[in-house]
């Protein structure tokens, strides 16, 4: 499974930014997909995850009523919109694909929102 974002930039406070991730290579054995990202300085942390059959979704606690995750099942591409950016939220975003145990990882996209 390849991964490639796109979608980052600079946004000031208070502004939106639509990250996508589009898969391809063996997209049917995808169980999960979502978002991570990292800070300077800190660990890797889980934003948001969405299951590719039901689409049932998991939102870290920073982020919940901020960001919504989606899918496109017929374009193997799931979306971030995020609204509200914080200064905090200033990370390389990662998407990933869980196929059984193993984690596939994109390239990464830098997110800065200035204050």
């Known amino acids: 499974v390849q991964l490639v974002e796109s979608g980052g930039g600079f946004v000031q406070a208070g502004g939106s930014l639509r990250l996508s991730c589009a898969a391809s290579?063996?997209?049917?054995?995808?169980?999960?997909m979502g978002w991570y990202r990292q800070a300077p300085g800190k660990q890797r942390e889980l934003v948001a995850v969405?299951?590719?059959?039901?689409?049932?979704?998991i939102y870290a606690d920073s982020v919940k009523a901020r960001f919504t995750i989606s899918r496109d099942n017929a374009k193997n591409t799931i979306y971030l919109q995020m609204n509200s950016l914080k200064p905090e939220d200033t990370a390389v975003y990662y998407c990933?694909?869980?196929?059984?145990?193993?984690?596939?990882w994109g390239q990464g996209t830098q997110v800065t929102v200035s204050s």
């Open positions: 969405i299951t590719t059959q039901s689409g049932s979704t």
């Open positions: 290579g063996s997209t049917s054995s995808i169980n999960t």
């Open positions: 990933y694909a869980r196929v059984l145990i193993q984690l596939h």
